[in-house]
């Protein structure tokens, strides 16, 4: 009898666990994320002003007073003029000052900021933060001057899901070099 009881007790508890991490886990790009990346773009407006010209990165790779900062030199964008109206401007600033780096909760996001403790001025590029850099470290130049890659701030030639915001070393997957394995 004791032996039936457990075992009920024991199955209703894996029966609880099991919805319990069906739920939990029924959003598998949202956990991805979660877990190995940052929080993916939201705003369709971002992803069409921005990502019409290149990848569109997520807010959370940088602090909001780096996001700031290139906002304000749109006339000289790396080179490119992007300025934008005030209203778009507004609305923008706005979501990227909500969705940096020091406002998430994601994990990648939370070792951005941990690097730049110490980094007096905000980085105007992801590749400038000390944690993309420790992270990138071992890429060799002949991975980077690949055609298909271009610069180290092409985030998407090598990780397959940047776009949902996931950055796992177990994801890179580099056109004609296939799954990338450091």
Known sequence: MKTLIFSTAALSLVGMLGFGLQGAWSDDDNMRARSTGVAPVTDPLYQEECGSCHFAYPPGLL?????????????????DNAELDSQT????????????ADSSKYRRSRAIMGSLQYTSTPPL?????????????????????????????????????????????????IKGIGRWDD
């Open 89 to 100: 401007l507004q609305r923008l600033n706005n979501y990227l000052a909500a969705n940096a």
């Open 63 to 79: 602090p909001a007073a780096s996001w700031q900062r290139m906002m304000i030199g749109l006339d000289d964008h790396f080179g």
């Open 125 to 173: 590029r992801i590749t400038e933060t000390p944690y993309f850099s420790h992270e990138h470290r071992e890429i060799p130049k002949r991975i980077i001057n690949l055609p298909e890659v271009g610069s180290l701030s092409q985030c998407n030639a090598c990780h397959q899901y940047a776009e949902k915001g996931s950055f796992s070393e177990d994801e890179i997957w």
